[in-house]
């Protein structure tokens, strides 16, 4: 990822993230598009993304999905102690990744399920 661009984790099924993604393409904005459950992201790339983000793991986990009712993590403890722990979760079951995320080169991050939040970040250019 350059300076120029930007990076989301997409999922094409999900509606917010085909939303999100059209969003950039009409802002003419450059970015690069990680299909994150063809190309699931390590637990260290997801320590990196939550620490732009500024969020702890269960703030972008879905835990209404199958994986996460299996896994029982409603039930999990949200503290820093169980943290490596849901992202273990993430990293094992990226389907649980809250969808999309949009990441700038120079650092700060966005959940983009609407556009208010995806407009918070400087878009550049292509």
Request: aromatic share 4%; charged share 30%; hydrophobic share 40%.
């Amino acid at each position: 990822m350059t300076s120029e661009q930007i990076e989301i984790w997409h999922n094409p099924r999900c509606s917010k993230s085909r939303a999100a993604k059209a969003v950039l393409d009409k802002a003419g904005v450059a970015y690069t598009e990680r299909r994150y459950l063809e190309d699931p992201p390590t637990a260290a790339e997801i320590r990196g993304m939550l620490d732009r983000l500024g969020l702890e793991p269960w703030e972008i986990t879905r835990t209404g999905e199958h994986e996460a009712k299996e896994l029982g993590m409603s039930a999990w403890s949200r503290t820093s102690e169980e943290r490596d722990r849901w992202i273990g979760a993430l990293a094992d079951h990226p389907k649980l990744i809250q969808r999309p995320i949009v990441a700038v080169a120079a650092g700060r991050a966005v959940v983009a399920r609407d556009q208010q939040s995806l407009r918070s970040l400087p878009l550049p250019r292509a």
